[in-house]
């Protein structure tokens, strides 16, 4: 009976080993175990160099990020980040196929293991059937039970303890494995972001070679160069716009290395981030704000009513005619009677690489700025763009150039404009409004010396940070040299002095100080909800307060700092006050 038993234990054993040997001798080898053992010698070699290739990547990049500290201005800058970019996303590409070679040794590694498996379990196979074993002989003889069931559980445990070591290094291959594909996920993933960035940055550069290209007046800010419709449809405040010439040519050149400055009694920095000269007034559309949501799947319509609150898209102006006078430089001026499609076409804002949607929304907002322009004033003044960029066409109000906008998407938004209330919208954009924490309100930045505007609904300030594409400077941020009370004090009063403003604007100056008696005991910000300055508002010690505006106030303090030889420029309205 006991035999019997170890005969039915012994079959179930063999039935297993059968079936496994029918399953594993189903997965065919092409090679022996010695050779995939040579392959796996030949990978780990080249991995090996691969590794040492990876790591020399690594060790230069490093020497990217110095070029970038280095660099001066933004272009020079952008293309050291393009090339930090580059060497970032060849050394993932290369950490990506070491890890793929990993992979595959491992694979290798566990056809190796299968083989041994294959041949350990048919070789106990064929051994019980050919009774090559001793194993039949105790199971078909009489004899002492004890002693077969102790041989027999002995051979089994054996082959067993074999197999089963096989299998759990399978088991642990397997589990590399997929450590592997986890890794490979993560690093395609990385590679697939850099990529991103890369091509950001390329986009970026080729704005700003756009911008050199077609003689915007900054680089970094390719909106048309209307005067009129500064000073009339951006609602720039008249005496803004000579105060305006000068600080551009102030801040448009690397300033001389700055004095350090000394501390000072009771003194304080002010710190500005964003930098407006580069990135434009930050009132309406963003430019790059539309780009990163036109690469988040948003369409031109959308963009537009995202930057424009309350807006409508209105279509139907594609037959309106209106005159153009355009100067080709030297007084060689040509009057001639366009089409506004025809014209929208020979605008030239950002680069046709960019995303088709971004590109619908700027070409619908510059039609919508030109239209407004001509129903107040009834023709345009225009630049050629070869005369605007050899400065031969000083009188210009556009730089255009004939098809250089692609006509399909001007055809594809034929006849829209951005309307609120059923009028056409003053449609205003700069290259990248946000300074951390979106677009400002219009009477922000258009504002009269006491930091009031008008504001317009539309023109209401929006944070587009979660979707906006970032510039270098959107985060960007500079220290003055320290100052105190007094030092703002005699900043005032400086310029009330000099010819730079008109007199009126001199004598507001002088009598903030008188009004408030005689000094400054503190300073507080006004803001709106991008963050930038509206109001500075000045006490002294009689508790009484004086506004000054944000625009204006940064603009006082630049002509002041470049005439004391200090150049610590405030950059930007979005300013705030810290400890040295």
């Not at 196929?97 to 498996?117: F, G, P, S, V, W």
């Not at 991103?196 to 704005?207: F, G, H, R, S, V």
């Not at 971004?358 to 004033?377: D, E, G, P, W």
Request: with cysteine.
């Amino acid at each position: 009976m006991k035999i019997s038993n170890i005969k039915t234990k012994l079959v179930a054993v063999v039935a297993i080993l059968t079936c496994s040997v029918f399953l594993v001798n189903n997965v065919y080898f092409a090679k022996s175990s010695e050779e995939i053992a040579q392959d796996i010698a030949n990978q780990q070699d080249e991995l090996k160099k691969k590794q040492d290739d990876l790591n020399a990547l690594n060790d230069n990049l490093s020497s990217y990020q110095n070029a970038i500290d280095s660099s001066s201005g933004e272009l020079p800058k952008l293309q050291a980040q393009l090339e930090q970019a580059t060497a970032q996303v060849d050394a993932k590409s290369l950490e990506l196929e070491l890890i793929k070679q990993a992979k595959d040794i491992k694979e290798l590694e566990r056809q190796q293991r299968q083989l041994d498996q294959q041949e350990t379990l048919s070789n106990s196979y064929m051994q019980w059937r050919t009774g090559t074993s001793n194993l039949g002989q105790f199971v078909n003889t009489e004899f002492d039970y004890k002693k077969i069931e102790q041989y027999a559980s002995s051979l089994t445990g054996a082959q067993q303890k074999n197999i089963f070591s096989i299998a759990k290094d399978l088991k642990k291959i397997g589990d590399d494995i997929e450590v592997y594909n986890a890794k490979i996920k993560e690093l395609e993933d990385l590679k697939t972001s850099l990529a991103a960035q890369k091509k950001q940055l390329e986009d970026q550069i080729a704005y700003y070679n756009s911008a050199l290209a077609y003689g915007s007046q900054q680089a970094s800010d390719i909106s048309v160069s209307i005067q009129s419709i500064k000073t009339n449809i951006d609602g720039l405040y008249n005496e803004q716009v000579s105060a305006k010439q000068r600080e551009d040519a102030l801040l448009s050149n690397p300033p001389p290395t700055s004095n350090p400055g000394t501390p000072v009694a009771g003194g304080f920095v002010f710190l500005t981030q964003g930098r407006d000269l580069y990135q434009g007034h930050g009132v309406g559309m963003s430019q790059w704000g539309a780009y990163g949501m036109a690469n988040n799947g948003m369409g031109y319509q959308d963009i537009l009513r995202f930057y424009f609150t309350g807006v409508a898209i209105t279509g139907g102006y594609e037959n309106t005619n209106f005159t153009v006078n355009e100067n080709y430089g030297n007084g060689n001026i040509v009057t001639k009677t366009m089409n506004i499609e025809d014209f929208v076409t020979g605008q030239s804002e950002i680069p046709l690489s960019w995303p088709a949607e971004a590109i619908k929304a700027q070409v619908v907002a510059f039609r919508t700025y030109v239209l407004k322009y001509v129903n107040l004033y009834g023709s345009l003044n225009v630049c050629y763009a070869p005369a605007y960029v050899a400065g031969t066409c000083s009188t210009s109000t556009v730089a255009y150039d004939e098809g250089l906008n692609s006509r399909s998407y001007v055809d594809q938004t034929r006849g829209q404009v951005i309307t609120y209330g059923g009028a056409l919208i003053e449609a205003l954009y700069s290259a990248d409004n946000n300074q951390g924490n979106g677009t400002a309100n219009n009477d922000t930045i258009f504002q009269n010396l006491y930091g009031d505007g008008t504001p317009y609904p539309y023109l209401r300030a929006v944070n587009d940070s979660a979707l906006a594409a970032n510039t270098y400077y959107t985060y960007w941020q500079a220290k003055t040299n320290q100052v105190n009370y007094d030092g703002v004090k005699a900043m005032l009063l400086y310029n009330a002095s000099t010819n730079y403003y008109d007199n009126s604007t001199k004598s507001y100056l002088n009598s903030i100080i008188s009004d408030i008696g005689g000094s400054i005991t503190s300073i507080s910000f006004e803001r709106d909800p991008s963050q930038r300055v509206k109001k500075v508002w000045f006490t002294g010690p009689n508790g009484q307060s004086r506004p000054l505006g944000g625009w204006w106030f940064k603009n006082l303090w630049n002509s002041w700092a470049a005439d004391m030889g200090t150049y610590d420029y405030i950059y930007s309205q979005t300013i705030y006050i810290q400890a040295p």
